[in-house]
């Protein structure tokens, strides 16, 4: 399975996005809570982790033991066959005047079903049965079962509630993934001291503009953190070593990354002793350690409340917003964040208030009156200061000095039993649509538009590839299964994603049309090098499935899409002219899309011996939606985002750069390319040259096989492998 990763295996540089489009299985939260890299899918992980625990424990009713099975008979559930009993006893009471008999009474409850109907609500019940019927029937609109007592429809309560008897689960009846993820993050009580731990030197530096904390830790335990990073700076978000004192260096994460980090989750990799998190001086940096929870706490507080956290997005305007008078007062100095927000919303925001006239916090309603005022002409550096808005909110102001914007995050609640009464009736998140050369899968994007994402057989090679995607109209809460409606272009497909081989050489047999020649075969490069002239690839395999079953030429909905292309690849110096070029090389692609994530997972056979100079596996075109800038993540030679696109730019070699995840960003867009660093020719053990690089064409690439100076060589049957994907999204 593709980014599978073993249990006793940390792996913290995991990149791979967490799937949020659903609810996720407890082992995958588990696995997600360990490795992944990022704190965007880790707090994912963390919120759906109350979800699925809630699920389980719902789902594990009426099946205890071999006594209440027994008690049960033919019916789902002892509860079910108690009502029916009840209805039974009741009708008979009522009707038989005390001449019902014993032979009367079996009968009559032989005839009650054990498998209720079900309707839209009560008044459907009434409708179709005015007078009544045995047995059960169950409203859609409030999950409760009613039944036919006292010739009335009587309500019994919730359906299938009854199972699970408070306080008879102990925690050894649960599995190893639940055990471990009942869990809190508790504040450890550090005290700062004024400096910075970099990763040039790998070591602690004095400097009054940093804080830094340090922490003892052992391997797979879990932590967060929250600290600011600034730009043009070589501090990780957290640094790693292998002794409780911070000396020995190990490794980092998000190295001189520019931002601010709420709560940023992350697990220890095995051979680690302590960690540091440094901050600048105007934003306390925090550790917090993940810990036990007691499962009666946990069950409590997911029963009241479950909620989630996301970045509060707005428009950042220039000026402030002052205690004296009720207009966006404009200037370069400062910087506003205005965003809509709701009655009971709760935000957590970071501001600098520089002036005792500046109003930091301000909530509105919809005339632009002033609601209420939080540190208004209170001058210092508020960090995460918590907020709610008052009734009649339509909107909140953050402002700060410009070389500090505002930022803030929103907490928004969610009721864990509405919740549960909702998953059931969660629409299919995607469409898959099956044609002969043409493969198109729909998807909800943003609150205004679906997703369509397309592979079909293009370029001069005629082989299935990645083609292109565009943007379709929906203002709906789920996707729109009408394929054919009007499109807006997200990215026109005109170049490979999945890379070509670069000097792809039998060792024996050199019979093609230009031996000597150093060109790249496969993907959109014909026989000429460019995407022109015969082909020097094509495609022996094409299957699809959606949700594990193969499809044909059909539309269905589900939640996960794997296409597999399996193609066969000549090389430069076996083509020919005429097409009729000697294939030297296997390549196996899957593609595994969940909504606007593309997983990719490469897989080469040798179909002889042959020698290759490079390899980039993963590309991607900045097309107009994706224009603005880009960012290579952990090179020490590249630490800010670049939006000079007119010059060819390298980065550094695996001595100075861990990139395997770069992003490009437009206007309101963005997409994020990854490779995994610890699967295959991702390890690079084949690349001692630049690790990623970018074109003055707009087009940026990562570098698997990159030698730089001999070839690498394959024996025949030799296979290799690489994986890791795109994430599209909206800004």
């Known amino acids: 399975m593709v980014y599978e990763i073993k249990r006793d295996t940390v792996d913290y540089r995991d990149p791979t996005p967490f799937d949020n489009t ?22 994912e992980a963390i919120a ?31 509860g079910i066959r108690e009502d029916a009993q009840d209805n039974a006893i009741v009708k008979a009471q009522s009707t038989a005047n005390g001449k019902f008999d014993t032979s009367q009474a079996e009968s009559y409850l032989r005839s009650i079903t054990a498998l209720p109907e079900t309707f839209a609500n009560l008044d459907e019940i009434k409708n179709k049965y005015p007078s009544g019927k045995n047995g059960l029937m169950v409203a859609a609109d409030n999950g409760h079962k009613y039944i036919w007592a006292n010739n009335v429809w009587t309500d019994a309560g919730v359906y299938q509630s009854v199972g699970i008897a408070d306080g008879s689960i102990s925690p050894a009846k649960f599995d190893d993934s639940i055990k471990q993820n009942l869990f809190k993050y508790d504040t450890l009580p550090l005290i700062p001291k004024l400096g910075f731990y970099s990763t040039f030197n790998n070591t602690f530096n004095d400097s009054d503009e940093y804080l830094s904390l340090t922490s003892a830790c052992k391997p797979g335990e879990l932590f967060s953190c929250s600290t600011k990073i600034k730009e043009d700076t070589m501090v990780a978000v957290v640094m790693f070593f292998k002794d409780e004192s911070c ?23 095995e051979g680690v002793m302590g960690f540091a998190v440094s901050s600048t001086v105007d934003y306390s940096p925090v550790i917090k350690k993940c810990n036990t929870v007691a499962i009666k706490d946990f069950m409590q507080k997911t029963e009241n409340q479950l909620s989630y956290t996301s970045p509060l ?14 207009i966006l007062n404009e200037t370069t100095e400062y910087k506003s964040l205005k965003a809509h927000v709701s009655a009971g919303d709760k935000i957590v925001f970071n501001a600098v208030c520089s002036t005792n006239t500046l109003a930091t916090c301000v909530f509105w309603n919809n005339a632009g009156n002033k609601l209420l005022t939080i540190k ?30 505002p930022s803030a995050i929103i907490q928004q609640p969610i009721n864990g039993a509405a919740l549960m009464h909702t998953v059931g009736n969660i629409k299919p998140l995607m469409f898959t649509r099956k044609l002969d050369d043409r493969l198109e899968i729909l998807s909800k994007y943003d609150t205004t538009k679906d997703l369509k994402l397309t592979f079909g057989r293009i370029s001069t090679n005629n082989t299935w590839q990645f083609s292109g995607a565009w943007l379709l109209n929906n203002t709906g809460k789920s996707v729109n299964s009408d394929f054919d409606r009007a499109t807006e272009d997200y990215i026109n497909a005109v170049t490979d994603y999945v890379s070509p081989i670069y000097n792809l050489r039998a060792i024996n047999n050199i019979n093609g049309d230009q031996p000597d020649s150093k060109h790249y075969t496969g993907g959109w490069h014909g026989y000429d090098n460019a995407n022109s002239g015969t082909a020097t690839a094509r495609t022996i395999s094409c299957k699809v499935f959606v949700d594990g079953f193969e499809l044909g030429n059909e539309i269905v909905n589900g939640y996960e899409t794997k ?53 980039s596996f993963l590309q991607f075109q900045m097309v107009y939606r994706f224009h ?15 939006d000079n696109l007119s010059s060819d730019i390298y980065g550094g070699d695996k001595t100075i750069s861990s990139t395997n995840c770069m992003q490009f960003t437009g206007e309101s867009d963005k997409c994020t390319m990854f490779y995994d660093p610890n699967f295959g020719l991702g390890k690079m053990q084949y690349n001692n040259s630049y690790r990623w690089c970018y074109r003055n064409y707009e087009k940026g690439y990562f570098n698997l096989i990159n030698p730089s100076d001999s070839p690498i060589t394959f024996r025949s049957g030799d296979v290799f492998a690489c994986r890791g994907g795109y994430k599209f999204e909206t800004l």
């Open 22 to 43: 659903k609810l996720n299985s407890l082992s995958d939260i588990s696995k997600a809570l360990r490795h992944k890299t990022y704190g965007e899918d880790t707090r």
């Open 48 to 78: 759906q982790q109350g979800e699925a625990l809630a699920k389980l424990m719902q789902e594990m009713g009426g099946n205890q033991s071999a006594e209440v099975a027994s008690a049960r008979g033919n019916f789902e559930l002892l």
């Open 247 to 269: 000396t020995q260096y190990h490794s980092h994460l998000l190295g001189g990354v520019a931002g601010v980090y709420n709560d940023y989750a992350f697990s220890i990799p």
């Open 313 to 326: 997005d707005g428009e950042f305007l220039n000026g402030f917003y002052s205690t004296i008078n009720d």
């Open 376 to 405: 208004g002409g209170e001058i210092g550096k508020w960090a995460n200061v918590e907020a709610v808005a008052p009734p009649n909110t339509s909107f909140v102001t953050i402002t700060s000095t410009a070389q500090n914007p």
């Open 563 to 615: 296409l597999i292309v399996t193609n066969l690849v000549q090389g430069t110096n076996t083509k020919k002219v005429d097409g009729s070029g000697r294939e030297i090389l296997q390549e196996k692609i899957t593609y595994t899309i969940v909504c606007g994530n593309i997983n990719v997972e490469a897989e080469y056979t040798a179909l002889e011996d042959l020698t290759i100079s490079g390899y």
């Open 628 to 642: 603005s800038k880009f960012i290579a993540y952990d090179d020490d030679d590249h630490r800010k985002w670049i």
